[in-house]
């Protein structure tokens, strides 16, 4: 077959289920065509001793998030895209903000026209904290008709948690509208109670940010958010699960048959509490929750994205920069209890903005700690980097595919690459990277996304607003199983 536009020549081909060599034709921005020998494209480019993979779907992100007191985080849409086509990830999904008092329109003024801005192609959670009847029967139906069809609840964070009756609400709406809910599980009470008692003691630093948070308070609150979501019969998906206690518990669900799944992040597989220490204040560009955990807990995640337990890894890029705002008192943060500021001027550990950077080193860190050190095999890093979100997403045939009709983003990887990773080479907007130093084997040469070579070596030729807003309708991971205690259906009572 003739006529295309682009043909990726020579390639080691992984996909969610096999690997193999073939030429990948492309046209009108799709995989058209997978083969031996394809006819002739307007532009070539060999593969040959490369490894193709679809482009990543980082399924959780934050960028230029806009605040309650109308601030904006500093990695914009133009900024963090670069880095994401950079790191080998085509499409993300990030959050649209609510506020408590605030319908969704009011949350988050002119957010969807700045994320027009994206070089990646894009769509959005909407985050609930306030679901009054007016949200949940009027605004989250029009969002979910307009193609924004998952809702993100938290349990912990003063201006964002919800009640367990909220909570429920929440459920019960996105069942009847066949919603998909993603929970951020940590228990509110417990970690503020955790707080005032560090502080009371003069524990300031960095490191008892873990100490606030432990395994418990994330195990209990995933329990909890496991049982609402069976008591409603609606299928959830738990962000960044960070310990074994926490996969435990998604692991008896799904042995039950609940549709749950979960999801972390690398830094819970390669990171520690020796992070969060460190001269100068160091330990505060580690600073995320939940937590990163103590020595050990690294080989007990990698053990549950082998048994299938966690089956997505996202990024969850949330970039505060180190010198203006992670050792800044009165930065912003998702903080419990009254901020303190300690005898040097940074701050005390509850008011240490929470998120790391990671946008761009999702895929680099995951090939090389998974696929080139032996812990996972090429198929299992494409469901884990973008076939399975695509699945949980509503995108499965447009992302994280190799087959004709999909979308032609692909990443090609030079297994063989050494790269020390150094925050001067990153895109993203951040002065830090917690990976600093880290030396990863595996790196992306060429980024494809829709048929165009977004990045080549290193070099990011996509432009400003070439990405596109992905509408998702209906699909099959979304839909309850039907099964409610005493046959009751209360949320469609």
Not at 269 to 288: P, R
Not at 449 to 461: I, P
Request: charged residues 20%; negative net charge.
């Amino acid at each position: 077959m003739d006529g295309f536009d682009l043909v990726v020549r020579g390639g080691t081909l992984a996909t969610a289920a096999e690997v193999f060599e073939a030429d990948i034709g492309i046209r009108d921005g799709r995989i058209a065509a997978l083969g031996h020998g394809l006819g002739r494209g307007r532009e070539e480019i060999s593969a040959k001793g490369m490894i193709v993979t679809p482009g990543g779907l980082d399924s959780h992100c934050h960028l230029e998030e806009m605040g309650q007191d109308g601030s904006l985080h500093e990695e914009s849409f133009a900024s963090g895209s670069a880095a994401a086509l950079a790191g080998g990830t085509t499409a993300f999904i990030c959050f649209l903000p609510q506020w408590k008092g605030h319908s969704l329109a009011a949350s988050a003024p002119g957010y969807e026209a700045r994320a027009a801005r994206s070089r990646a192609d894009y769509s959005f959670h909407q985050i609930i904290t306030d679901p009054t009847p007016e949200v949940m029967q009027k605004e989250v139906p029009a969002l979910v008709a307009r193609g924004i069809r998952s809702l993100k609840v938290f349990l912990t964070y003063d201006p964002l948690r919800l009640t367990d009756a909220e909570f429920l609400e929440v459920l019960a709406a996105a069942k009847r509208l066949g919603a998909f809910v993603t929970v951020h599980c940590e228990n509110f009470d417990a970690i503020g109670w955790r707080i005032q008692a560090l502080l009371k003691a003069g524990l300031t630093d960095p490191l008892q940010h873990a100490w606030s948070r432990p395994p418990v308070v994330e195990r209990e609150a995933t329990h909890r958010a496991i049982a609402l979501a069976e008591l409603v019969d609606q299928p959830i998906q738990v962000f960044h699960v960070s310990c074994e206690e926490a996969a435990a518990e998604i692991a008896r669900a799904k042995g039950r048959g609940l549709k749950v799944w979960g999801e972390t992040c690398p830094q819970y597989f390669t990171l520690d509490h020796d992070d969060l220490t460190g001269a100068d204040f160091a330990g505060a560009k580690a600073v995320c929750s939940p937590a990163l955990r103590e020595k050990g807990e690294n080989a007990r995640i990698w053990r549950r994205i082998q048994d299938g337990t966690l089956d997505v890894v996202t990024s969850d890029h949330c970039g505060f920069s180190f010198a203006t705002q992670k050792r800044v008192a009165g930065g912003s943060a998702y903080g419990t209890g009254a901020a303190v500021q300690r005898p040097d001027g940074t701050p005390a550990f509850n008011a240490i903005p929470n998120g790391v950077p990671g946008i761009e080193t999702r895929l680099p860190v995951l090939f090389s700690e998974g696929v080139s050190k032996g812990r996972i095999d090429l198929p299992t890093f494409v469901r884990l980097s973008s076939a399975n979100a695509a699945a949980l997403f509503g995108l499965t045939g447009r992302k994280g595919s190799l087959a004709p009709g999909a979308d032609a983003d692909l990443v090609l990887w030079d297994p063989d690459a050494e790269r020390v990773i150094r925050n001067a080479a990153l895109h993203h907007a951040i002065d830090y990277t917690p990976w600093e130093g880290m030396v990863v084997k595996g790196w992306p040469s060429v980024t494809i996304r829709r048929g165009e070579v977004a990045v080549r070596d290193g070099e990011v030729l996509a432009q400003p607003g070439s990405g596109r807003f992905l509408a998702r309708g209906p699909y099959a991971l979304a839909r309850p199983r039907g099964v409610v205690p005493d046959g009751f259906d209360a949320a469609l009572a």
